[in-house]
């Protein structure tokens, strides 16, 4: 009995914190996804400049956040300053207690910026095959929600306050039918008894992924939605996000209270505000490159990680001029990189060869190259850059071979 009503009393209270915390923050209704290696603080600024109410870090692996490196690692992966509230960090990992530790390190390197830190979120979603052999994201969902849920329980006993709250972020169980999308639902609850305040849907299943996402199925969203409200968590749906209609439809058809966008708003960071600034003016891809390397260079971002925005934000000029696609992939600085950016505006002035806002063209728009029933013609410089990887990759595996022969035979 004094298990019931202790049991009772916790449910009772996270959902007194759910709604008064979605509350403090603003209640946003645009959200920007974590995303591994891209929603960095400069890709965040840039994102709240144009609409984006909450956003997340990067996906944190909590094994290497936990381990021997965590330092140095986090120092590379995570980085806030004033300004960047409210925020989201999201964590991968299975072991509630490396998770908790990689979580304190986290909070404790925020130093004084500590509280933009307004929530703790689990990564349930990631459909990746290092996600199978990490135990985390969707593979860990669908084969091990006992462990989820105590993950989120250890993180919320730990770490949750007034302020700042336990969050998860999943994906649909496969087969994606209707019998999954209850069994989801069922998933949800439990997550959201052990401690979640918020609970993002991506309406796709592990399957549906890069070349294979397809649509997104916001009638399993406002399932598991529907679901939870009983227990007074906030949703936030996820999914099919490439314009500001999208956000608007996905949000009647879902009832979340937020919608989040990933691969849209890498894409055109300013979808949220229909790529209109302040004074009304057309807010075009070229604009949006010169406002991210101009906080790349602030903030002290990653060079590959600028390249990798500026090849989604540029896809359509940099389609159609292979030469300068090239260029980019072999600059070496952020300078380059403008460079790239002034070669585009001279070989094309008015812009004609970016995506508008609602262009849904794969020619054009990063967003849409997986999403037109279209062949379209490999790039060669992605080819080229691709088997430099792979070269690159096979040195460094034959090195560590050789180098691992002679110890042994020393």
């Known amino acids: 009995m004094r298990r019931l009503i202790a049991a009772m009393v916790m449910l009772t ?11 403090s923050i603003g209640a946003p209704k645009y959200i920007c996804a974590p995303m591994v290696d891209q929603s960095e603080l400069a890709f965040r600024e840039l994102s709240r400049r144009y609409g984006a109410g909450l956003c997340y870090t990067p996906m944190l692996h909590a094994g290497l956040a936990a381990g021997d490196s965590g330092i140095q690692y986090l120092e590379r992966q995570f980085t806030t300053r004033r300004g960047d509230w409210p925020l989201a960090a999201q964590f991968a990992g299975h072991d509630a207690s490396v998770v ?13 910026n500590v509280d933009n830190v307004v929530a703790l979120d689990l990564n349930l979603g990631c459909p990746q095959q290092i996600a199978r052999r990490g135990r985390y994201g969707a593979w860990l969902w669908e084969r091990d929600a006992d462990a989820a849920v ?41 997550l959201a008894d052990a401690g979640a305040s918020l609970i993002c849907v991506h309406g796709r299943t592990r399957e549906q992924n890069k070349q294979l996402s397809g649509a997104a199925n916001w009638a399993s969203i406002k399932a598991v939605r529907e679901a939870l409200a009983a227990r007074d968590v906030v949703t936030i749906a996820n999914g099919g996000i490439g314009d ?25 960071p300013a979808l949220f505000v229909r790529n209109r600034d302040a004074d009304d003016a057309y807010v075009g891809a070229r604009r949006l490159a010169r406002e991210y390397l101009a906080l790349a260079e602030d903030t002290g971002a990653e060079t590959s990680d600028a390249r990798g925005h500026l090849f989604k934000i540029l896809h359509g000029g940099l389609t159609a001029r292979v030469d300068l696609r090239t260029a980019l992939s072999t600059a070496s600085s952020l300078n380059d990189m403008c460079a790239v950016v002034d070669a585009l505006d001279q070989a094309d002035p008015d812009g004609s060869l970016e995506a508008r806002h609602d262009d849904a063209s794969d020619r054009k728009s990063w967003y849409w190259r997986h999403r037109v029933a279209k062949v379209v013609e490999r790039d060669p410089a992605i080819v080229q850059a691709r088997l430099q990887r792979k070269l690159r990759k096979s040195e460094r595996r034959n090195a560590a071979r050789r180098r691992a022969a ?4 020393s």
């Open 406 to 409: 002679a110890a042994g035979v």
């Open 150 to 190: 105590g993950v989120i329980r250890a993180l919320r006993t730990q770490f949750a306050t007034d302020e700042r709250v336990v969050t998860a972020k999943v994906r649909i169980l496969p087969p994606g039918d209707e019998n999954a999308v209850r069994e989801t639902a069922d998933r949800c609850l439990r």
């Open 13 to 23: 209270t996270a959902r007194a914190v759910s709604t008064a915390w979605w509350r």
């Open 100 to 112: 908790c530790r990689a979580a304190e390190r986290t909070l404790h390197l925020a130093g004084d």
């Open 244 to 268: 500001l209609g999208d956000v608007v439809a996905a949000a009647e058809a879902t009832g979340c209270d937020a919608v989040m966008s990933s691969e849209g708003l890498l894409a055109n």
